[in-house]
């Protein structure tokens, strides 16, 4: 492990790291799904939310889908 993997980000940084990854996604976004459920691993230190790098893209790996050749290629829902 390098020492990227343990810096923290806080949560303007993780919707800039996602951002600068081809995710769409901002800071707001973040905190709504943060209390809805179904976001990013994170953790709190006082009041702030702080990320990790391999929390962040464990989440996009789980969220993508595999490659499509058209929209007849998604699955029913």
Not at 26 to 45: E, M, N, V
């Amino acid at each position: 492990m390098t020492d990227d993997d343990h810096h923290y980000l806080t949560r303007p940084e993780a919707a800039q790291y996602l951002m600068s990854r081809g995710i769409q996604i901002t800071k707001t976004y973040l905190g709504q799904i943060a209390s809805r459920g179904g976001g990013p691993i994170y953790r709190r230190f006082g009041r702030q939310s702080l990320y990790l790098r391999a929390d962040l893209d464990n989440w996009i790996t789980r969220r993508i889908s595999q490659p499509l050749r058209s929209t007849s290629d998604l699955p029913a829902r």
